[in-house]
């Protein structure tokens, strides 16, 4: 503050800091209170908004409970609510897009902050940034474009005579949005993972080659331990926006796919009951936040570790 | 504009504020329109279709003499909060909401007949203000409604790849050997039409509409059916995009959906099918406040919109369906073939009006198609 006031003087750091206060005030807090607000109040017809039924209630977050469907699960046969059956797969396919980011990112992470030349580093990272460059409704495009029955993906296996009749890739589950999800945020592993463990002194790992560990140890003993925090940072992030994300599951879903923004967005938009679809909503971010929180304690990450 | 499923958008209250600004600054004008010859009419309808102020207005006026004070608003929840209060403060004479929703608008005391002998009711095309439709444009025998435009739902299909029933049936969306690309919701109501054409549900489906209990005991039949038929559907689809994809990308040989879609598909060797048990349609019309002023203003106004040009330019400013009669040399001549294709006089009659979704249906309807899309 003191720096802004001497740089650019009174005048302009008020406008500064009106800009910044309109910014999170308008756009950010009272959006979301308003939202919070919403959600417990019943969706009713204009002209019953503010009247006797317009009271406070749970009722829009106990909705989720509703509809119970029959599911089996290693031939177990049980009920379930949809939407927290919804839910869960959520939840367990983002768990999946941050493993599946972290095995990917690592090794590359690992080989740009410890193996490359340091001359062709610019170029490798400016490769990987390009993608990033580009929006993410077209790339989630682009790969429902490959995955299409009669898409390149399937010209291609089949010109090659690898398989005869083309596969349906955008129908089978999960594979289309985990694979779009994937795609759109391994890099936001793969740079807090480079960065922790591009801070790591190179001597540690060659006094452990010195001492005769082999190079699983010295993964697993040194650089890993050390490159918790990034882990940690990039692992939040990932899950965080692959649960959040409603692209990319709309775009790439199939038939038996059901990410649980596309049930908030379907309170909204289908029911056109926002109210209900705020509860959803703060459930989500709430449910999420928890279940982070929790795997932190679980791995023993701290908050200003990944702040670091 | 479809109805059924979004009456409001984000788009539409964003155009519907910008109205409501203009509409404040507006009394200046309007009274001094009200000393024009042939008298006004104060018209609210719906915001977001620039064509009514650009066309339809002025043509209106030079045929009529008699000028259109226009009120824009984003949605029939808002029209129907305002004509409440118009019923108190007066200043609305005709509105233009669906057919499914002036039962309930009529039922609070909004809503006065119109004079069939002022209108031109020979003007329509069959199946629209007759018919099932015409059933539920009256109550006690008067009629408190007449249509402006129309759109439908309805079977698209690969021409030479489909396997389709003689004639077409809603049933061939769940033949294993087509390829389907369905929206949740109305595929459900297809099942459920389907299986009440055969006969196989315990009572009528238009049962569900009225009784919540009904509901239940029948979409639970039409998920279960609908569950055992999903091996065929091959993508949803929630959008004019998705639909138009799953055909040419994904290989669908069948799909229900929008008007629109199997326009755009017409020269891919795709056809638009109106099924055996009749097309889905939504209709939109125009009704008489209580407290009218301008009666024989409105009058003229609503025989207006069922003539050749008149229906032609509501139906053109919609991207929908004209209901009067030889509108065609109105409208674009691709689209006139291709609806003609389509629905010759008997599939008009046969059309399907979607009936009033309470909101508690609504919500409950949503549950079903996340069921059907979990399984």
Same mark, same amino acid.
């Given at each position: 503050m003191q720096d802004l006031l001497r740089r650019y003087g009174p005048g302009l750091t008020?406008?500064?800091?009106?800009?910044?206060?309109?910014?999170?005030?308008?756009?950010?807090?009272?959006? $979301?209170? !308003?939202?919070?607000?919403q959600s417990f109040r019943p969706y009713l017809p204009v002209t019953e908004i503010g009247g006797p039924r317009d009271t406070y209630s749970l009722n829009n977050y106990l909705k989720v409970f509703d509809g119970k469907v029959e599911k089996s699960f290693l031939g177990h =046969?049980? &009920?379930?609510?949809?939407?927290?059956? !919804?839910?869960?797969?959520?939840?367990?396919?983002?768990?999946?897009?941050?493993?599946?980011?972290?095995?990917?990112?690592?090794?590359?992470?690992?080989?740009?902050?410890?193996? =490359? $030349?340091?001359?062709?580093?610019? &170029?490798?990272?400016?490769?990987?940034?390009?993608?990033l460059w580009v929006s993410e409704v077209l790339r989630a495009f682009a790969w429902w474009i490959i995955l299409a029955f009669k898409g390149p993906l399937n010209a291609l296996l089949?010109?090659?005579?690898?398989?005869?009749?083309?596969?349906?890739? &955008? $129908?089978?589950?999960?594979?289309?949005? =985990?694979?779009?999800?994937?795609?759109?945020?391994?890099?936001?592993?793969?740079?807090?993972?480079?960065?922790?463990?591009?801070?790591?002194?190179? $001597?540690?790992?060659?006094?452990?080659e010195d001492l005769g560990a082999p190079w699983w140890k010295i993964h697993w003993r040194i650089v890993l331990p050390h490159a918790k925090p990034g882990i940690a940072s990039g692992s939040v992030m990932v899950f965080m926006l692959s649960a959040g994300s409603l692209l990319v599951p709309s775009i790439l879903g199939s038939t038996t796919s059901q990410w649980f923004t596309q049930t908030i967005d379907q309170w909204f938009k289908d029911a056109l009951d926002w109210n209900t679809a705020s509860a959803y909503a703060f459930l989500l971010l709430l449910v999420c936040t928890l279940f982070v929180t929790l795997a932190m304690w679980v791995f023993r990450v701290k908050l200003s570790d990944i702040a670091k | 504009?479809?109805?059924?499923?979004?009456? /409001?958008? @984000?788009?539409? /209250?964003?155009?519907?504020?910008?109205?409501?600004?203009?509409?404040?600054?507006?009394?200046?004008?309007?009274?001094?329109?009200?000393?024009?010859?042939?008298?006004?009419? %104060? /018209?609210?309808?719906?915001?977001?279709?620039?064509?009514?102020?650009?066309?339809? /207005?002025?043509?209106?006026?030079? *045929?009529?003499g008699i000028k259109v004070n226009f009120k824009e608003?984003?949605?029939?929840?808002?029209?129907?909060?305002?004509?409440?209060?118009?019923?108190?403060?007066?200043?609305?004479?005709?509105?233009?909401?669906?057919?499914? @929703?002036?039962?309930?608008?009529?039922?609070?005391?909004?809503?006065?007949?119109?004079?069939?002998?002022?209108?031109?009711?020979?003007?329509?095309?069959?199946?629209?203000?007759?018919?099932?439709?015409?059933? @539920?444009? @009256?109550?006690?025998?008067?009629?408190?409604?007449?249509?402006? %435009?129309?759109?439908?739902?309805?079977?698209?299909?690969?021409?030479?790849? *489909?396997?389709?029933?003689d004639p077409p049936s809603l049933g061939d969306l769940f033949n294993p050997e087509n390829s389907a690309v369905l929206r949740p919701h109305s595929t459900l109501a297809a099942m459920g039409r389907w299986l009440d054409a055969q006969g196989k549900l315990p009572r009528p489906w238009m049962d569900g509409y009225t009784?919540?209990?009904?509901?239940?005991?029948?979409?639970?039949?039409?998920l279960a059916e609908a569950i055992k038929a999903k091996g065929n559907v091959v993508q949803w689809w929630s959008g004019e995009n998705e639909a138009n994809a799953g055909f040419t990308a994904n290989g669908a040989t069948i799909g229900l959906c929008w008007d629109s879609t199997g326009f755009n598909l017409r020269n891919d060797g795709y056809k638009y099918i109106a099924p055996v048990e009749g097309a889905f349609a939504w209709h939109q019309g125009l009704v008489l406040m209580k407290n009218a002023k301008n009666i024989e203003q409105a009058h003229e106004f609503a025989k207006w919109a069922s003539t050749p040009e008149g229906s032609a330019l509501w139906a053109t400013a919609f991207s929908s369906n004209p209901v009067g009669k030889g509108s065609g040399e109105f409208m674009d001549p691709a689209v006139s073939e291709y609806y003609n294709g389509t629905f010759n006089d008997e599939a008009l009659n046969k059309l399907w009006w979607w009936p009033e979704q309470s909101a508690e249906f609504i919500a409950k309807r949503t549950e079903y198609a996340d069921k059907y899309k979990a399984a």
């Amino acid at each position: 503050m003191q720096d802004l006031l001497r740089r650019y003087g009174p005048g302009l750091t008020f406008m500064m800091g009106l800009l910044v206060a309109f910014w999170l005030l308008m756009l950010v807090i009272v959006p $979301n209170i !308003t939202l919070f607000e919403q959600s417990f109040r019943p969706y009713l017809p204009v002209t019953e908004i503010g009247g006797p039924r317009d009271t406070y209630s749970l009722n829009n977050y106990l909705k989720v409970f509703d509809g119970k469907v029959e599911k089996s699960f290693l031939g177990h =046969v049980f &009920t379930i609510p949809v939407h927290v059956y !919804t839910f869960s797969l959520t939840i367990f396919y983002s768990m999946l897009v941050t493993v599946i980011c972290f095995l990917m990112a690592y090794p590359l992470a690992y080989y740009l902050a410890k193996i =490359v $030349n340091p001359k062709s580093l610019p &170029t490798l990272l400016l490769l990987l940034f390009i993608p990033l460059w580009v929006s993410e409704v077209l790339r989630a495009f682009a790969w429902w474009i490959i995955l299409a029955f009669k898409g390149p993906l399937n010209a291609l296996l089949q010109g090659i005579g690898l398989i005869e009749d083309p596969i349906r890739w &955008t $129908n089978m589950g999960y594979a289309g949005v =985990v694979i779009g999800l994937v795609y759109t945020y391994v890099l936001f592993m793969l740079f807090p993972v480079y960065n922790a463990i591009q801070s790591l002194d190179s $001597n540690q790992i060659e006094a452990a080659e010195d001492l005769g560990a082999p190079w699983w140890k010295i993964h697993w003993r040194i650089v890993l331990p050390h490159a918790k925090p990034g882990i940690a940072s990039g692992s939040v992030m990932v899950f965080m926006l692959s649960a959040g994300s409603l692209l990319v599951p709309s775009i790439l879903g199939s038939t038996t796919s059901q990410w649980f923004t596309q049930t908030i967005d379907q309170w909204f938009k289908d029911a056109l009951d926002w109210n209900t679809a705020s509860a959803y909503a703060f459930l989500l971010l709430l449910v999420c936040t928890l279940f982070v929180t929790l795997a932190m304690w679980v791995f023993r990450v701290k908050l200003s570790d990944i702040a670091k | 504009m479809k109805h059924d499923t979004s009456a /409001f958008s @984000r788009r539409r /209250f964003l155009q519907g504020t910008a109205a409501g600004a203009g509409v404040l600054a507006a009394p200046a004008i309007i009274s001094k329109g009200a000393l024009a010859s042939s008298g006004e009419l %104060n /018209f609210t309808g719906w915001a977001g279709y620039p064509l009514f102020q650009e066309k339809i /207005f002025p043509t209106f006026e030079a *045929a009529t003499g008699i000028k259109v004070n226009f009120k824009e608003l984003p949605d029939q929840d808002t029209m129907f909060a305002e004509a409440k209060v118009a019923l108190e403060a007066g200043g609305i004479d005709v509105i233009e909401p669906t057919i499914d @929703r002036w039962g309930g608008w009529n039922s609070n005391g909004l809503l006065q007949p119109w004079d069939e002998s002022k209108l031109a009711m020979d003007n329509y095309l069959p199946g629209l203000a007759d018919g099932a439709a015409g059933e @539920r444009s @009256r109550a006690d025998g008067k009629l408190f409604y007449v249509p402006s %435009n129309w759109g439908t739902e309805a079977l698209v299909v690969n021409e030479a790849e *489909a396997k389709l029933s003689d004639p077409p049936s809603l049933g061939d969306l769940f033949n294993p050997e087509n390829s389907a690309v369905l929206r949740p919701h109305s595929t459900l109501a297809a099942m459920g039409r389907w299986l009440d054409a055969q006969g196989k549900l315990p009572r009528p489906w238009m049962d569900g509409y009225t009784d919540m209990a009904a509901m239940t005991e029948l979409w639970d039949i039409a998920l279960a059916e609908a569950i055992k038929a999903k091996g065929n559907v091959v993508q949803w689809w929630s959008g004019e995009n998705e639909a138009n994809a799953g055909f040419t990308a994904n290989g669908a040989t069948i799909g229900l959906c929008w008007d629109s879609t199997g326009f755009n598909l017409r020269n891919d060797g795709y056809k638009y099918i109106a099924p055996v048990e009749g097309a889905f349609a939504w209709h939109q019309g125009l009704v008489l406040m209580k407290n009218a002023k301008n009666i024989e203003q409105a009058h003229e106004f609503a025989k207006w919109a069922s003539t050749p040009e008149g229906s032609a330019l509501w139906a053109t400013a919609f991207s929908s369906n004209p209901v009067g009669k030889g509108s065609g040399e109105f409208m674009d001549p691709a689209v006139s073939e291709y609806y003609n294709g389509t629905f010759n006089d008997e599939a008009l009659n046969k059309l399907w009006w979607w009936p009033e979704q309470s909101a508690e249906f609504i919500a409950k309807r949503t549950e079903y198609a996340d069921k059907y899309k979990a399984a």
